[in-house]
Structure formats: structure tokens, C-alpha cells
């Protein structure tokens, strides 16, 4: 097959939206950094060794604020004369003690045999090429749960004991544990003792307003310019906020420039979200407008003829387009009492989608729908009223 080629008109920097692509400012986790390096100043100050635990959901930022603080702790401690350096394993793909060894052994010789040495015999070899290139390594395990579970904490009660006999620790290993869950409670007595458990890191859900912020970044990276406009990554935001989940923010943009890409348009639009989001993370089901009443499904249908072409509407829009595709079916119109409890109902099921915003002097809510394509689900809603 002859693949035809095309040229972007949206993304310019695929590499931008990549999961393991570290940008040097990461938006809303300044503390979490801060409170690294403050944690590991003395590695570099006092030549002492320290271990650190980020705890946070999917999605939080814990990895990304690893890799940033390891990168620039490198420089800083390069700045200071002090050689330093750090590997990353997970622990999810490495799930044994051998293998984390071996990946940590083979940062330094790339040809290291993944067999016939013991876990002792490796740290010993560790030890040697720390103190043949005079540098501080800092161990970075992440999703350490899963190693833990496995084979039990000997590994971390080493690295964290790793320069007991030495007298002078310059040439040493620090230690980053990574999980989204306390992996500190599955840590046997010894490991436990010899870990701070105080230098914990938590990294709490992102809200909608700083999703926009990351989002916003990812944008202006790996976008054209007026590639997307502000109420579409408001859209995006605010549908990853559900899980406060910045990996599922970032695929749900790239997914919707991919689909923009495809269908030959240049700017993202709300529809295009809404397929990514329910090729992405699809919760829509048929019962779920199966089991709404005629009035719930009028209301839901205005609603999808409100927003084919737009990412939002407001609550007085929604309630003129119900009024003229009740009376389309043949249904006596609701009062705006009713109606808004309608609207609640539909909000809580979550087939809809309200947030309250400032007009003006006033307020009103904008409402949307964010798991499925408003032309797919009116098609759907047409359906089932034909019934």
C-alpha cells in the first residue's frame, strides 16, 4: 500500500505529547520540587546520602517531577563541583531484585550479563564502579510497590544501608522510591528502620485549572499556533479533572489532534474531543439513555443540538432549545423548576456535564457533554424517542 502523505496542520512536535517527554518547567509542582532539593542539599553540601518516597495517584506528576529534579540536581551538583549522577528503573518491567541490578549495572556497562551473578555479587560490582568514577548515584525506583510485593524489601534495606562500612560515603547511593500507593507499609522491619519515613513527597490530584496550565504548555510545544482555542483545552481540562489524571489530559490532546489531523481540518474543534475521549476512556453505554424518561431525553437531545459546534452552552440556551424540540415530539413543556431538576439529574447520572461561571454581574452555569460526540449521542437520543 502506497501511504499518502500529508502535511500537519496541527501537531509539529509529536515528541511533545509523549508520555516520557520531561518539559523544564513542570506547571504546579514547583513545591514538590523544592521540597526534593531541599531533602538532598546535603548530598552535595555534606557528601551524605538521603532517600526520599512520592506517593500519589496515576497521573500526578510523580515520575515527571523525578526525572525533572534528577536532571537539574545534576546540574546544581555539577555547578558544585560535586560528580553525581542517577538511573531510573520500573519496577513493573524490572520485577525481580536481579533485574533492577542489572539495570542499574548496566548504566554503567552497557555489556553487564543479565545472568550468573547474585544479587550480593552485583552490589558489589555496583559499589566498585561508584567508587571507580567518584560520583553519588541516585537509585530511582518506580512503582517499587510491585518489586516490594514480590521480593520483599531486602533491596531497598540495602541501598539504604549501601555505605554502612564505608568511613568516608563521598562515592554512595541515595535512594527514590516511586508508588502510587504507601509502599513504605509493605517494607519489613529493618528496611523500615534504616528509611526516612519522614521525607515523604505527596503529589495530590490536578485540578481542571491546572490541567489547563499543563495543557496550555503542551499546546504551545507541540502544536501549531490557533490549533485549538481556549474554551477546547477548557473542554479537555475539565473531562481529565474527573480523575485529576495528567496522562489521561495529554492523550485526550493528542488523540484530538490526531483525529483533526484525519479529517483534514486545522483546528481542534469539541467534536474531535469528545471521539477522543470515547475512544480513549469510553464510559457511555446504551442502558444509560435506555433508562432515562421521554423529558430527560428531550432535554439531553437540545443539549447535543446545542453543542455539535461548540464546546459549551449555558443553562438559559439549553432551556430555549428544549422548549422547541419538546414541542417537536409533542411534549408539554416543563417550568424552569422541574427543568433545572431535570438538569441536576442529568448532571449527577454524568450525561451532562455543569461548572457555574461569572457573566458579567451574574453567574450562570455552562454545560456540555463530554463522553461521546454530541452528533453521535443525538443520533442515538432520536432513536430511542422514535420507539
Given amino acids: 500500500m502506497a501511504f499518502k502523505r500529508t502535511s500537519s496542520n496541527v501537531i509539529k512536535d509529536h515528541k511533545k505529547l509523549s508520555f516520557d517527554f520531561v518539559p523544564k518547567e513542570l506547571p ?47 546540574k546544581y ?14 519496577c513493573r518491567r524490572s520485577t525481580n531484585n536481579s533485574q533492577v541490578m542489572w539495570k542499574i549495572i548496566s548504566n554503567f556497562d552497557k555489556g553487564f550479563p543479565d545472568r550468573g551473578f547474585s544479587v550480593g555479587e552485583m552490589m558489589e560490582i555496583l559499589s566498585k564502579h561508584i567508587k571507580k568514577k567518584g560520583i553519588h548515584l541516585i537509585i530511582v525506583l518506580d512503582e517499587v510497590d510491585v518489586l516490594i510485593k514480590k521480593e520483599g524489601s531486602e533491596l531497598v534495606y540495602l541501598f539504604s544501608r549501601f555505605d554502612d562500612e564505608s568511613l568516608s560515603p563521598k562515592e554512595s547511593v541515595s535512594l527514590l522510591l516511586i508508588s502510587q500507593k504507601n509502599a513504605l507499609e509493605f517494607l519489613e522491619e529493618g528496611a523500615l528502620s534504616s528509611f526516612k519515613r519522614g521525607n515523604r513527597v505527596k503529589f495530590p490530584k490536578y485540578n481542571s485549572g491546572e490541567l489547563y496550565d499543563i495543557l496550555e504548555q503542551r499546546r504551545r510545544l507541540a ?13 479537555l481540562s475539565e473531562i481529565a479533572s474527573k480523575r485529576g489524571d495528567a496522562r489521561l489530559s495529554i492523550e485526550l490532546l493528542e488523540k484530538s489532534a490526531l483525529l483533526t489531523e484525519e479529517k483534514g481540518q486545522a483546528e481542534i474543534n469539541a467534536e474531535s474531543i469528545r471521539h477522543a475521549k470515547a475512544e480513549v476512556d469510553p464510559h457511555f453505554t446504551e442502558n444509560r439513555i435506555r433508562d432515562l424518561n421521554e423529558q430527560e431525553r428531550v432535554i439531553l437531545l437540545a443539549a447535543t443540538r446545542q453543542l455539535k459546534h461548540k464546546a459549551y452552552t449555558t443553562t438559559g440556551d439549553l432551556e430555549e432549545q428544549y422548549k422547541i424540540t419538546a414541542e417537536e415530539y409533542g411534549l408539554k413543556t416543563l417550568g424552569h423548576t422541574q427543568f433545572w431538576k431535570y438538569i441536576k439529574s442529568l448532571t449527577k447520572e454524568g450525561l451532562l456535564d455543569s461548572k457555574t461561571v461569572s457573566i458579567g454581574s451574574g453567574r450562570t452555569k455552562k454545560i456540555t457533554v463530554s463522553d461521546i460526540p454530541a452528533e453521535v449521542l443525538e443520533n442515538k437520543l432520536v432513536a430511542t424517542l422514535g420507539d
Fill in 223 to 235: 502544536l501549531y499556533p490557533n490549533s485549538i482555542g481556549e474554551e477546547e483545552l477548557k473542554l
Fill in 28 to 74: 504546579n509542582r514547583d513545591q514538590q520540587i523544592q521540597r526534593l532539593f531541599t531533602l538532598f542539599k546535603g548530598v552535595v553540601d555534606s557528601d551524605m546520602s538521603q532517600n526520599a518516597f512520592l506517593q500519589g495517584s496515576v497521573g500526578t506528576g510523580k515520575t515527571a517531577t523525578a526525572k525533572r529534579f534528577c536532571m537539574d540536581f545534576k
Fill in 77 to 90: 551538583a555539577h555547578d558544585e563541583g560535586k560528580k553525581l549522577d542517577y538511573v531510573f528503573v520500573n
